[in-house]
């Protein structure tokens, strides 16, 4: 991913090859601009990269496509504040569905689990920013995506509700046939919540190195081999 800039042409991001499964659960890591922000903005169809694809099941992703979803890092930027909690997370659907029998009881259940049952009708400027985060994440998830790709999710909540979210996701993991892109420094969540950890480094980025089943590795083995990656590059 090349940009063009006073300085001249930039590039990003290198040739990154990545290829995520049916119901993978993948970790991104890499140091602070190294462009994981942009490839999952590349991934769901929101950046065109200057050269190479993206593909959903074979089909190239031209635009932004429904099946996927993304939550982004500034969250309170995407949320609409003339809209409740509970029409931030409808937003989006489209008329006819959102107006199905049931749809509405399913965000508040949703929001609910989220633990938001009692902000469904208050406003984003009303909420704290962790709650609105999780507002964005629920609207997200009502969806369904066939994909999801999550930008540093947890980085606005307190360690209690970041546990209790990442126990939801993996419980609608297991529920929804998705899979999820997620991009982090915390190594907690890298090593609970991931079947493979996707390492970015060098410059331009590329991918360094693929952990696959990282479940086994201690916090400490883990930035261990992050060191060594990190030295590498």
């Known amino acids: 991913m090349v940009f063009e800039g006073a300085g001249g042409r930039h590039a990003a991001l290198g040739s990154v090859s990545l290829e995520v ?3 993978d659960l993948v970790a991104i890591v890499g140091e602070s601009g190294c462009g994981k922000t942009t490839l999952l903005r590349i991934m769901a169809g929101l950046q065109r990269p200057t050269s190479g694809d993206v593909r959903l099941a074979g089909v190239p992703v031209l635009r932004p496509e429904p099946q996927v979803c993304l939550v982004f890092q500034n969250y ?14 409808l937003f989006g659907l489209r008329a006819p569905r959102a107006a199905r029998p049931g749809l509405r009881e399913a965000a508040f259940a949703l929001l609910a689990r989220m633990g938001l049952g009692d902000a469904a009708r208050r406003f984003p400027w009303e909420l704290s ?8 994440l629920a609207r997200a998830l009502i969806r369904r995506p066939r994909v999801l790709l999550l ?4 980085s606005a909540v307190d360690e209690r509700t970041a ?3 990442r126990e939801l996701l993996q419980t609608l993991y297991r529920e929804e046939p998705c899979s999820i892109v997620l991009v982090t ?3 907690e969540e890298v090593l609970s919540f991931s079947s493979r950890i996707v390492v970015l480094g060098g410059r ?9 089943r990282p479940g086994g590795l201690s916090r400490e083995a883990l930035r261990s081999r992050l060191r060594v990656v990190g030295k590498s590059t």
């Open 21 to 23: 499964a049916a119901r």
């Open 76 to 89: 309170a930027a995407t949320l609409l504040p003339w809209k409740d909690a509970l029409g931030n997370v």
């Open 129 to 136: 920013g962790g709650m609105q985060q999780r507002v964005a």
């Open 151 to 154: 930008d540093e999710p947890f």
């Open 163 to 165: 546990e209790a979210l």
């Open 185 to 187: 420094h915390d190594l």
């Open 204 to 212: 331009p980025t590329r991918v360094d190195t693929v952990i696959d």
